[in-house]
C-alpha cells in the first residue's frame, strides 16, 4: 500500500513537472478556467438582482452550495482526468499495456495526470464559498467547519467515481457517452442550486440514485441551522458526506468487473 | 463562389454523418433544458412582482436556448487552431481562394449543420411536451427567421475574427475558453437580457452580441414591437459587417507577418 502511494506521488510528480513546462500555457488555460466558470456565478446574481430571493433561499445561503459544489468537481477534475480520457485507450488497445505491468489499473490512471488548470475552477470555488462563509450569519463553530470539508471530500469522491463508472461504460461500448455529462456536468448546475427548488422525480434521482443531497442539501442543513422540509434527521444531515466515499469504493469495484470484462479492440 | 459553395456541402455532408453523436447531445440538451426550466420556475415562483418577461415566455425562450445553442457555443476552429500550430496554415494562404470567405464558409458549415440537426427536433419535443409555444404571428415568424440567419452569420463573423486573432496567440488556449463564456452571458444565452439590472442594459444594447440571442429570440416570442424590429436587424448586419471588416484587415497583417512554425 505504501510503496503504491509512493508510485503515485511520482505519477504526479511527473506529471506536474510536464505541465509546468508551458508556464504559459498553464497561467492561461487556468486564468481562462477561472473566468468561466466565474460566469455562471455572475448568471446567478443576476437572476438574485431581479427575482430577490429564491423561495426561502437567498444568494448567500445557495453561494454556499456553490462553492461546495464547484471545489468538489474540480478536484474530482483534476484527479481522475485519467478516467476521464480513458476511452481512447479502448479505442487504440492502449489498455493493453497497462494490463501488462504488475500494479493496478487504477492507480496507473489516476497518476496519468493531474490536471493543474483545473485549479482555475478550484480557486473561483473557494473565493465564493469564502464570501458566503463570512456574509452568512452563521455561527462558524468547528464541527461546521469540519462539516464543510468533509462534504467538499465526499463531493469530490462522488464526482470521482462518476468518472469511473463512466469510463467503465467504455469498456462496453467503446465511445465515451455524452449521456453521462447529464449527471457529471449536469450535476454541477444541478447542485448549485438548492434540490427542494426541483420536482419531485428530479430531486428523488439525484438523493437516491446519484447522490448529490449527500454533500449539498443535506450537510447544508445542519450548516445553516434549518430544519428539513422532509423530515429528515439531524444526524443524517452530519452522517451523509460518507455516502460519496462509499459511493467511490463501489465504484472501483464496479471498475474491476469491467476490467475482467475487457477485450481488447486489437490493432 | 463555386468553390466555396464546395467548402460549405462537402463539410455538410461530413457532419451529417455523425448521427448517433448528434442523438446523444440531443439527449443531454433537454435534460439541461429541463434543469434551467426548473431554476427559473423556482426564481417566479419566489416573487409577486410583474417582472419584464413572463414566466411563459422565459420557458419558451429557454427552450429556444436549447435548440440554437450551436449560435453561441463555440470557440477557435480546432482545424483552424491545429493548422497554425503545426505550420499547414501556409497551404491554405498558397491556395486560390480568399482565405477569409474560405473560412468563413468553413465555420458557416460546421455551424449550420448542427443547428439544423438539433433545431428541429427540439422545437418537436419541447413543443409537444415541455410548453414550448410557436411565435405569436406569422410576421413574428418571418421576422424571425431573418434574425436567425443573420445571427449565424454574426456568429460566424466572430468565430473567424477568433481564429484569425490565433496568428498573434498561436496556441489561443486562454482565450478560447474566456471569449465563449463572455459570448454566452452577453448575448442573453445563460440569462434573457430583460432580466438584467436596468444600469446594465444600455451597454448590453450596444455591444454585437445580443444580435445572436438576445434579438431573434425576444423577435420569437413577440416580445419586440414589430416596428422596433427594423433598427435591431439594422444593428445586428452593421456589427457584422464592421467584425468582417475587422477580420479582414487582421487576417491581412497577420498573413504579411506569419512566420510558419516549421519542423
Known amino acids: 500500500m505504501r510503496e503504491a502511494f509512493r508510485l503515485y506521488f511520482r505519477y504526479i510528480g511527473v506529471s506536474i513537472r510536464s505541465q509546468m513546462q508551458y508556464r504559459a500555457s498553464f497561467l492561461m488555460l487556468s486564468a481562462g478556467h477561472f473566468v468561466a466558470t466565474g460566469i455562471e456565478f455572475l448568471g446567478m446574481w443576476v437572476l438574485f438582482d431581479r427575482f430577490r430571493s429564491l423561495g426561502e433561499w437567498s444568494l448567500r445561503e445557495v453561494a454556499l452550495f456553490y462553492g461546495i459544489v464547484n471545489i468538489a468537481f474540480a478536484i474530482a477534475e483534476a484527479v481522475v482526468r485519467g478516467f476521464d480520457t480513458f476511452s481512447w485507450m479502448v479505442k487504440s488497445g492502449e489498455f493493453d499495456r497497462l494490463l501488462l505491468r504488475p500494479r493496478s489499473t487504477v492507480l496507473q490512471l489516476a497518476g496519468q495526470e493531474l490536471q493543474l488548470m483545473r485549479v482555475g475552477r478550484l480557486l473561483q470555488g473557494v473565493f465564493v464559498l469564502f464570501w458566503a462563509a463570512s456574509a452568512l450569519e452563521v455561527v462558524w ?25 463512466q469510463a467503465t461504460l467504455a469498456f462496453w461500448t467503446t465511445e465515451t457517452l455524452e449521456i453521462v455529462n447529464t449527471v457529471t456536468y449536469g450535476g454541477v448546475e444541478t447542485a448549485q442550486y438548492p434540490l427542494t427548488i ?70 | 463562389m463555386r468553390a466555396y459553395w464546395a467548402v460549405v456541402s462537402a463539410r455538410l455532408r461530413m457532419l451529417l454523418q455523425y448521427r448517433a453523436v448528434a442523438l446523444a447531445g440531443f439527449g443531454t440538451q433537454v435534460f439541461w433544458g429541463l434543469i434551467r426550466v426548473m431554476i427559473f420556475d423556482a426564481f417566479y415562483r419566489s416573487t409577486n412582482a410583474p417582472q419584464p418577461m413572463t414566466y411563459e415566455d422565459v420557458v419558451t425562450y429557454v427552450w429556444l436556448g436549447q435548440a440554437f445553442l450551436v449560435l453561441i457555443l463555440w470557440g477557435v476552429e480546432s482545424d483552424i ?43 418537436v419535443v419541447a413543443g409537444l411536451c415541455f410548453g414550448m409555444r410557436p411565435p405569436p404571428s406569422l410576421a413574428f415568424a418571418v421576422l424571425w427567421v431573418i434574425a436567425t440567419v443573420g445571427a449565424l452569420f454574426l456568429a460566424c463573423a466572430l468565430t473567424t475574427l477568433l481564429s484569425i486573432s490565433l496568428f498573434w496567440t498561436i496556441s489561443g488556449e486562454g482565450l478560447a475558453r474566456i471569449v465563449p463564456s463572455l459570448v454566452a452571458i452577453l448575448s442573453g444565452m445563460i440569462v434573457p437580457l430583460p432580466l438584467f439590472p436596468d444600469w446594465a442594459r444600455d451597454a448590453l444594447d450596444f455591444l454585437p452580441f445580443r444580435g445572436l440571442v438576445d434579438v431573434p429570440f425576444r423577435i420569437y416570442l413577440g416580445h419586440i414591437p414589430l416596428e422596433e424590429i427594423a433598427p435591431l436587424l439594422f444593428h445586428q448586419a452593421m456589427w457584422t459587417a464592421a467584425i468582417v471588416l475587422l477580420g479582414r484587415w487582421m487576417l491581412a497583417r497577420g498573413a504579411r507577418r506569419l512566420v510558419v512554425q516549421g519542423g
Open chain 1, 198 to 267: 426541483y420536482r419531485r422525480w428530479f430531486r428523488r434521482f439525484f438523493t437516491f440514485l446519484v447522490p448529490l443531497a449527500s454533500f449539498t442539501y443535506l450537510p447544508a442543513l445542519a450548516i445553516l441551522d434549518r430544519t428539513s422540509a422532509y423530515g429528515v434527521p439531524a444526524f443524517v444531515a452530519w452522517a451523509a458526506p460518507t455516502v460519496g466515499v462509499l459511493f467511490l469504493v463501489v465504484s472501483f469495484q464496479v471498475w474491476k468487473i469491467g476490467v475482467r470484462h475487457y477485450r481488447s479492440t486489437g490493432s
Open chain 1, 141 to 165: 463553530s468547528a464541527a461546521k467547519l469540519a462539516l464543510v470539508f468533509a462534504s467538499v471530500v465526499g463531493g469530490a469522491c462522488l464526482f470521482g467515481g462518476l468518472f469511473v463508472l
Open chain 2, 81 to 123: 487552431r491545429q493548422m497554425i500550430r503545426s505550420g499547414t496554415v501556409a497551404y491554405e494562404l498558397l491556395r486560390p481562394l480568399d482565405l477569409y470567405t474560405f473560412w468563413f464558409s468553413r465555420s458557416l458549415a460546421t455551424r449550420s449543420a448542427p443547428m439544423l440537426l438539433r433545431a428541429v427536433p427540439m422545437f
